[in-house]
């Protein structure tokens, strides 16, 4: 499998999958980075299938259009998204991209319509979970409870050895494994969700 985090405006990581064998791709959350996305794609000469949104916020979602228009790609987001999408997913679907299986699992919090996708042993995070942080909860559509539910109840719960690819370069490192967020995130610590609910407030 190809796999690159990119960065190349702001502080918004892009994530290009890609199956090598059949050049089939797909882009996480273009955002400021199309020009070094459109470049990636060209060079290794992949058929841009799908691009996914982990959320519909526009730091995310910038992108879309020219990227779609480019490679006639299809707009991948969760069904509570409101995003102009061409396929609607929900938890546990899956994106087939050739040979490799993309997950979704839904993790709203940061907004309901907030996905991770989980590829090959590497979980992207967008806006839910970050290096040593999590994504706030007090923006439209943002819930306490549900983020952690979504933190405690579902990525806490995956596999110690799944590294951790986050939608914003915010950490001492731009990705990170569960087993070391379980010991270092503060945001994942052991809480009652009451505890979590006013320890939210205090962010
Ligand atoms: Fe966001």
Do not use: W
Request: net charge negative; proline share 3%.
């Amino acid at each position: 499998m190809f796999f690159k985090q990119i960065k190349y405006r702001g502080d918004n990581f892009s994530y290009v999958v890609a199956d090598e064998a059949s050049r089939d791709a797909a882009v996480v959350d273009p955002s400021f980075n199309v020009d070094a996305i459109i470049l990636l794609l060209k060079e290794k000469k992949f058929n841009l299938k799908y691009i996914i949104n982990t959320h519909g916020h526009l730091d995310h979602t910038a992108g879309n259009e020219e990227l779609k228009s480019a490679f006639h790609s299809k707009i991948v987001a969760h069904r509570l998204s409101r995003l102009n999408q061409d396929i609607s997913v929900a938890d546990d679907d899956t994106i087939r991209l050739g040979a490799i299986a993309i997950r979704v699992i839904h993790t709203p919090g940061h907004t309901p319509d907030s996905i991770c996708l989980l590829v090959d042993g590497k979980l992207l995070t967008g806006d839910t979970l970050f290096v040593g942080e999590c994504g706030r909860t007090d923006l439209a559509g943002g819930s306490a409870k549900d983020m952690y539910n979504s933190l405690l109840h579902r990525i806490a719960k995956l596999d110690d050895s799944i590294e951790v690819y986050p939608g914003h370069d915010y950490g001492p490192s731009p990705n990170s494994t569960i087993a070391r967020e379980k010991q270092t995130n503060y945001t994942l610590q052991n809480r009652t969700l009451q505890q979590f609910i006013e320890f939210v407030q205090t962010l």
